[in-house]
């Protein structure tokens, strides 16, 4: 029978101070930026994007602090914390909150909301086609759902469920014992024990401060999964193998969007505006409703939906709508 791996990958790549850390999380989104901005200038080089080369960069740097960032926020803020009695609680006792992206939550939608939103604004400014620059946006933006869903493995987070068949892939995730979601929360206090026995040093007193105290539990047995092997082979009979849903999501909305729509993008230069950008909310709905079923919903069902499954059917409006659009005498592309 296969041994699923057990996660042990650090969320932070290099920490200078405990306030100055340089994270995967924060490079996912880089590295989403600079890919984006390299396949538009390229786009644009080719007269395949409505900006020149030399506008491409101030589009990406405006999009991403007003586009991904605030909508991705905003988003979080509106669709996860504001439904939930915990997620109103935080606002009211720090309204700073809202603002915490370093604490996390992002949401995909609302990222993806802001950048329509976004380019509409911008179209409009420099009076080009809103469409078009859709055209172009959708075919980089799966690059950075990929990265930021690769982050989101490293982090450990939104994990999938219980494989029911052994598969050479699947992963077993520590956290899940602080998730009252997941099966394996019952063996809290036998992780935990056993963790600490296991422990050597400081990594065995803050577990223990932290059983203890019920406070920063998640953190300390993170690391001293990490640091040691004695406290990963103590745990790991007491987690079990899961989906690693965040991999399928970065690949499927990710890599595999990115491909298709880059290369309908190249094949076909001359297909209609905004067509593109119907396939792109489409596919990415299509996507993630079936990528869903695999993942540990991060909140409370809306009916028989998930969250992310439930705002994905909007999107599927708005790619036919799109498509609507597409067929319309005037929207041919340049």
């Known amino acids: 029978m296969l041994t699923a791996y057990v996660h ?10 405990e306030f100055l850390k340089v994270r995967w999380y924060g490079l996912a989104y880089l590295a989403g930026f600079i890919a984006g901005w390299w396949f538009l200038k390229k786009f644009a080089e080719r007269k395949l994007f409505p900006l020149a080369p030399d506008k491409v960069s101030d589009f990406i740097a405006y999009g991403a602090f007003l586009g991904v960032f605030l909508g ?57 086609s809103w469409a078009a620059l859709g055209d172009g946006l959708v075919c980089v933006a799966p690059l950075g759902v990929f990265f930021g869903r690769v982050a989101n493995f490293i982090n450990g987070e939104l994990y999938g469920h219980v494989a029911k068949a052994s598969w050479p892939w699947l992963v077993k995730f520590p956290g899940t014992i602080f998730n009252p979601a997941c099966e394996e929360a019952k063996n809290y206090d036998a992780v935990m024990n056993v963790a600490i026995e296991a422990a ?11 059983y203890e105290t019920g406070y920063g539990g998640e953190q300390a047995l993170a690391t001293a999964v990490r640091e040691s092997d004695a406290v990963k082979s103590a745990i790991e009979p007491f987690l079990q193998a899961r ?3 965040q991999l399928y999501e970065g ?20 297909l209609p505006k905004g067509r593109l950008t119907g396939l792109f909310f489409l596919l990415y709905a ?8 695999f993942r540990v919903p991060d909140s409370s069902l809306i009916g028989i939906f998930t969250k992310g499954q439930f705002y994905s059917l909007f999107f599927i409006a708005v790619g036919v709508a799109f498509l609507l659009f597409s067929k319309r005498p005037h929207s041919q592309s340049p």
């Not at 499927?252 to 001359?270: D, I, Q």
């Not at 299509?286 to 079923?293: A, D, H, P, S, T």
Request: hydrophobic share 45%.
């Open 72 to 128: 991705g926020r905003l988003g979080y803020v509106l669709f996860y914390m504001l439904p939930s009695a915990e997620g109103r609680a935080r606002i009211a006792e720090d309204p700073l909150t809202i603002i915490k992206v370093w604490d996390g939550g992002m949401a995909s939608h609302g990222g993806i909301i802001g950048l329509t939103i976004f380019c509409w604004f911008y179209a409009r400014r420099t009076k080009v």
């Open 8 to 17: 042990d990958l650090d969320p932070v790549l290099i920490s200078f101070s």
């Open 200 to 210: 050597q040093g400081e990594s065995r007193n803050l577990l223990q401060l932290a």
């Open 251 to 270: 690949i499927l909305e990710g890599l595999l969007l990115f491909a298709l729509l880059t290369f309908l993008r190249l094949r076909y230069p001359k």
């Open 243 to 245: 989906h690693p849903s």
């Open 286 to 293: 299509g996507g993630r409703i079936f990528v869903e079923q």
